[in-house]
Antibody, heavy 121, light 107 residues
């Protein structure tokens, strides 16, 4: 059973960069796609983007200019950086495994427990 | 931007059947997926590729899709099924989208 665990600061100041890391265990990161999803308090889920071990990425156009997802195969981890954050970026951030192909709508079969990131001064 | 629309809430008595719908213009060409989320927990995949059930998911959960509407059916609802249910698909550019979410209350 694949396990994912998010880590990073729980509080970020406005205009700064939100950085999170997802540690993957019981699965080699080079075997799949990996993604990030967030959920503002009391609201729905929003897909942020995903990455393949090769470094290929796909981002939600609404965040593309502020978002970078990277992968470190040596540590079996992938990371998210979201710059110029505002209070609207306050959310629980989940890392996930993404199952996708050229002929399949992608979906998310394993999720981390999520980490709350609050943007506040 | 593309949207998937779900009814905000559904109330059902134990043992009855709950049906949750998800509407979106791209659903005729894209698969629908369903997730269950209980308070304070991460979502769990319930249904993939419109109607397939991952191992470990009870048979009372089933999915279907026709035209622009996907449906999640919970047959013989149990108290433990009280949760938020989210549909998910993609638009024509393969940008992933989640539905607005449906709160299922077991009376």
């Amino acid at each position: 059973q694949v396990q994912l665990q998010e880590s990073g600061p729980g509080l970020v100041k406005p205009s700064e960069t939100l950085s999170l890391t997802c540690n993957v265990s019981r699965e080699t990161i080079s075997h799949s796609y990996w993604g990030w999803i967030r959920q503002p308090p009391g609201k729905g889920l929003e897909w942020l983007g995903y990455i393949y071990y090769s470094g290929n990425t796909k981002y939600n156009p609404s965040l593309k200019s502020r978002l970078t997802i990277s992968v470190d195969t040596s540590k079996n981890q992938f990371s998210l950086k979201l710059n110029s954050v505002t209070a609207a970026d306050t959310a629980v951030y989940y890392c996930t495994r993404v199952l996708t192909s050229s002929s399949l709508t992608g979906y998310f079969d394993y999720w981390g427990q999520g980490t709350l990131v609050t943007v506040s001064s | 931007s593309y949207e998937l629309t779900q009814s905000p809430s559904v109330s059902v008595s134990p043992g009855q059947t709950a049906r949750i719908t998800c509407s979106g213009d791209a659903l005729p060409k894209q698969y629908a997926y369903w997730y269950q989320q209980k308070p304070g927990q991460a979502p769990v995949l319930l249904i993939y590729k419109d109607s397939e059930r991952p191992s470990g998911i009870p048979e009372r959960f089933s999915g279907s899709s026709s035209g622009t509407t996907a449906t999640l059916t919970i047959s013989g609802v149990q108290a433990e099924d009280e949760a938020e249910y989210h549909c998910q698909s993609a638009d024509s550019s393969d940008i992933y989208v989640f539905g607005t979410g449906t709160k299922v209350t077991v009376l």
